[in-house]
């Protein structure tokens, strides 16, 4: 066979990819954009659901409460992941999203504290619960789903889930800005949080159904599979496990950093609401539309290049950007930083899950990349909030921020280069 029929054949995409893509990207849009949506009005979900006679209080129990979701990731990780490995990527896709569907239900329609008392915050907790577990088997399976349909081009097909992110991060922003500059804070308190749950709400019906009607990944369904997906993975994959929750890290830090902007802008700086939300819009219309075009390269170029920079510069960059804005506490300053948050970001995350899927074979993909992904993401994802506002309030320095990014970044770094010169991986 020569070498341009080879490289026609590894040029060919399976006709199902683009689909695959669509409903992906759907149902990690929604997990997205209703965990970003939940962390965007934590300060007004705080005083309705959450009332304590000290705001500072009610913030950090609604951090708490968005950090408890996350402690089911990695069990919806085990359960879905190694579903995903046992039954197909399709099947663990279709339950993700209804359960998804159903906690972001829970929250659209829940009564406050001052309508039904701790029923209200119990409620709020169950529906985050329900959503944390649904999250954990997410983004595993659907990147998995991604990359078998394309194995050459697994950069640039992986790297949409990326987008769909920087999507749901945008979205989020823009009802912040937007409900927070055309509505009054009555009617914020009183109606206006709910819309962006209930807009959540509409998206799962529409991705249960595009899933429920796709076809299994190719590589999956072509390769022999195991029954034990679990026990393989901690008998005999364990350093993968370990260096792929490292390369999660960096990830999740810069991402919860772009979520955290507005409380700290609001709370710290005393901007304005809108401004805070305006700035972070920006941010996610980086990732929207840069995501891509860095997965892209990652493959002609390799994964860690990207990885090390970003995580790299976050190390040199973060506290003197902190310094500026505290200084400077202008819009375009905060607009400034969100640019520079936002490239950095993307060009780690975009080239992130298909280094993942690269680090675990096919067998144990889906419960590999849920277990590395919810474990990096339940320590330094969901309760990012609540160590930032307890190490500004502990501290009385508004630079202590700066102090959780940089290490998320030194870690990454040292995960990053285990993978490119312990499993080899470019």
């Known amino acids: 066979m020569t070498s341009s029929t080879t490289n026609s054949q590894q040029d060919q995409i399976h006709p199902q990819a683009w689909r695959a893509v669509i409903s992906s990207s759907i149902g990690n849009a929604l997990e997205w954009f209703d965990i970003l949506i939940y962390g965007a009005f934590a300060v007004v979900i705080a005083k309705l659901f959450f009332p304590t006679d000290n705001e500072t209080v009610s913030l950090l129990v609604t951090f708490a409460t968005f950090g408890v979701s996350f402690f089911m990731r990695p069990l919806g990780a085990v359960i879905l992941g190694a579903y995903s490995d046992r039954v197909g990527r399709k099947a663990a896709l279709s339950l993700s999203i209804l359960l998804m569907t159903i906690g972001t239900a829970l929250i659209a329609f829940m009564p406050t504290y001052a309508s039904i008392g701790l029923w209200a915050p119990a409620g709020i907790v169950l529906a985050r619960l329900i959503q944390g577990f649904s999250a954990g088997g997410e983004f595993g399976s659907s990147t998995a789903f991604l990359v078998e349909h394309a194995p050459h081009r697994r950069g640039f097909f992986s790297s949409w889930q990326v987008a769909s992110q920087g999507l749901s991060l945008l979205l989020a922003a823009a009802f912040g800005a937007g409900l ?213 309030q502990s501290t009385g320095n508004k630079l202590a921020v700066s102090f959780f990014v940089i290490f998320g970044a030194v870690l990454s770094v040292i995960a990053t280069l285990a993978a490119r010169y312990r499993l080899k991986i470019r």
């Open 180 to 392: 927070n500059g055309w509505l009054t804070v009555e009617q914020l308190y009183d109606w206006g949080w709910r819309i962006p749950f209930l807009f959540g709400l509409l998206i799962g019906p529409a991705g249960f159904y595009i899933r429920r009607h796709l076809e299994e990944s190719p590589e999956f369904a072509a390769a022999e599979r195991t029954e034990t997906p679990l026990r393989d993975m901690f008998t005999q994959q364990k350093e993968r496990l370990l260096i792929g929750t490292g390369c999660v890290i960096m990830a999740t830090v810069s991402v919860y950093l772009a979520l955290y902007m507005p409380t700290y802008a609001i709370k710290q700086l005393g901007m304005p609401a809108w401004s805070s939300y305006a700035a972070t819009l920006i941010s996610g219309l980086i990732m929207m539309l840069a995501s891509p075009l860095v997965g892209k390269l990652s493959d002609q170029y390799g994964r860690t290049p990207f990885m090390l920079a970003s995580s790299v510069l976050f190390v040199v960059m973060t506290y003197p950007m902190f310094v500026f804005l505290t200084g400077n506490p202008t819009f375009g300053n905060l607009l400034l930083l969100q640019i520079v948050i936002g490239v950095l970001m993307t060009a780690y995350f975009a080239a992130m899950p298909a280094l993942l899927s690269d680090i675990f074979p096919v067998q144990t993909r889906g419960t590999g990349m849920s277990l590395s992904y919810n474990i990096a993401v339940m320590i330094f994802g969901g309760f990012a909030g609540l160590i930032i506002t307890w190490l500004i």
